[in-house]
């Protein structure tokens, strides 16, 4: 069933349209990878959907309710940067912890969470440290455990390991998988990257210039692309 549908979302900065009447719609618990070249609307798109951009046209659903009046913070949405944003100056728990300590949750409850993401992310041995005393692996462990907290029903990911090395980035994407799999939350992930959309997605949407080039599992773009863009993009064989 559909958890998140986009109808004819676009967006123009200016005079510029950046999204071009998107529709796609998005199952409760799927993976889903957007990827396309850069200044395709990767990003923008996410935005959309987070509701850090407003849509010039078009409508979107998340769990069957619009979200045109609904603002990001009452989403249901947890979004993962690829620069991590994390406060230099608090520890490891401080961060993860942070938006529920502002939205007085009760101590317990912030415990509970704490060591369940800490569990979840091999973050224990790690706590207390700053920021700065950290690899950039564990660093954006950290920024997703400061997602996981929030129990959001849909993780958005912008290129979350673009700023690891090749090591990190895989040992990173099998991370990500995982989680999903415990998790079983519906899950959009943005990169540039073939590799990872191949290896990681339930289901691909190929961006170009705003627009969707194609949808599919891996498996459906690799073999049967619908024309050339997506076939080269995706190194296909034909
Ligand atoms: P991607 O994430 O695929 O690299 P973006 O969504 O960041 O692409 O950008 C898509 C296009 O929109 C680019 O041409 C970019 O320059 C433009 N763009 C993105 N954000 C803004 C903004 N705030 N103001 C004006 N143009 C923007
Ligand atoms: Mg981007």
Do not use: W
Request: glycine letters at 8%; proline letters at 4%; charged letters at 25%.
């Amino acid at each position: 069933m559909a958890y998140v549908t986009l109808e004819k979302v676009s967006k123009d900065f200016g005079k510029t349209r950046v999204i071009d009447a998107i529709d796609l719609t998005i199952d409760n618990g799927e993976f889903v990878v957007f990827v396309g070249p850069s200044g395709c609307g990767k990003s923008t798109l996410l935005r959309l959907v987070a509701g850090l951009e407003t849509m010039t046209g078009g409508s979107l659903t998340i769990d069957g309710v619009n979200m045109t009046d609904v603002d990001s913070a009452n989403r249901g949405i947890a979004m993962v940067f690829q620069s991590y944003a994390l406060y230099p100056h608090m520890t490891v728990a401080e961060n993860i912890t942070f938006g529920m300590r502002m939205a007085k949750v009760a101590k317990a409850e912030i415990a509970d969470k704490l060591s369940r993401a800490a569990r979840m992310l091999h973050l224990e041995p790690l706590l207390d440290r700053k920021p700065a005393q950290l690899s950039g692996g564990q660093r954006q462990r950290v920024a997703i455990g400061r997602a996981i907290v929030r129990d959001p029903s849909v993780f958005l990911f912008d290129e979350p390991l673009s700023n690891l090395d090749a090591a990190l980035r895989h040992e990173m994407r099998i991370e990500i998988l995982r989680l999903h799999k415990e998790l079983g939350s519906t899950m959009i992930y943005v990169t540039h990257d073939q590799v990872e959309a191949m290896t990681m997605a339930d289901k691909i949407v190929v961006l170009n210039r705003g627009q969707i080039e194609q949808v599919g599992s891996p498996l459906d773009l690799y073999l049967n692309p619908d024309n050339l863009f997506v076939a080269q993009f995706l190194g296909s064989p034909k």
